[in-house]
């Protein structure tokens, strides 16, 4: 049944490039309710914890009192709906990028204005994907790299929201790299397990010393994670250059937001984000940049 429409994804690139632009704007719909819901949702289970941990002495403060039962709140419950007049978003309101043009970036019921990062990160979700699905195809290493880049699209704006890269996303990353190893997807499997270990302990030590210097924790340790996940995919060699080009892009956005008056010294800012994008840009042209910086040398 699907063997015609897997022989077209594998001879005709145009197809397969449209195929994963469309399915990748769906996905970047999707992504839009991870990025918000799931911080809320971690809140929510240590929130749980919190409660399980002092419940006796909840009890006491609660006595005659009727307990309430919490809302279920995850990726599927509540449904989509307006912020601000509660109104729930019909199918036809959900289309991703058309539905925002449609209705002029507007609720279709209080015409209350609607964020433009929603189109924005649909529309980074489907070009990212359709790029590398353009250099390599119908292949492997596309199927791999498409949803690990909608993992880092989904980090990158938590981490901007929240200072937070969530283990729900980064682990099962990690590990799913680490069983592609297996048909050298990738690297081999000796490469993989060195560039994940290589990566993690790269910011594990730089954070320690850091700390042990100044007292101050300079990141987080999600940072590690995301790093061990970038090491697994393009090797120990190509580490230092994802490193360089994270750190430089890192240091000119906070110089120029402490020229801008928009941050001080001790502002926290998130470094997934730049690790992110460079990592995805080693990923898919390490090599060139690599041979282009030996050349030069």
């Not at 839009?32 to 749980?48: A, D, G, Q, S």
């Not at 460079?278 to 910086?293: D, P, R, S």
């Amino acid at each position: 049944m699907f063997e015609p429409i897997i022989l077209l994804l594998q001879t005709n690139l145009f197809f397969f490039v449209t195929s994963v632009t469309v399915l990748s704007l769906l996905v970047g719909s999707f992504l839009n309710v991870v990025i918000y819901r799931l911080p809320k949702m971690m809140e929510n289970e240590w929130h749980c914890d919190c409660r399980e941990l002092l419940k006796d002495e909840l009890k006491k403060q609660s006595k005659g009192k009727a307990e309430q039962t919490p809302e279920v709140f995850n990726l599927v419950k509540p449904d989509s709906h307006c912020p601000s007049c509660n109104a729930p978003v019909k199918a036809w309101q959900n289309i991703p990028v058309l539905s925002y043009l449609l209705l002029k970036g507007q609720c279709g019921t209080c015409h209350n204005k609607i964020s433009k990062r929603y189109p924005a990160i649909e529309l980074l979700t489907a070009v990212a994907s359709a790029v590398i699905a353009y250099k390599f195809g119908y292949s492997a290493q596309s199927l791999m790299l498409i949803p690990i880049t909608w993992v880092f699209v989904s980090l990158i704006f938590i981490d901007i929201d929240h200072m937070l890269l969530p283990d729900q996303l980064t682990l099962p990353a990690l590990w799913a790299v680490l069983v592609a190893s297996h048909w050298t997807v990738f690297l081999t499997p000796m490469e993989t397990i060195w560039g994940a270990v290589a990566g993690y302990l790269c910011l594990w030590t730089i954070y320690w010393v850091f700390k042990l210097v100044t007292g101050k924790e300079g990141m987080g340790h999600g940072d590690f994670k995301l790093l061990a996940v970038i090491g697994a995919i393009v090797g120990v060699i190509k580490l230092p250059m994802v490193i360089l080009m994270s750190s430089i892009v890192g240091a000119v956005v906070g110089i120029t937001m402490m020229f801008m008056a928009k941050a001080g010294r001790d502002t926290q800012i998130p470094f997934g984000p730049y690790l992110a994008i460079a990592g995805w840009i080693v990923m898919l042209w390490g090599n060139e940049i690599f041979n282009w910086y030996i050349g030069y040398l």
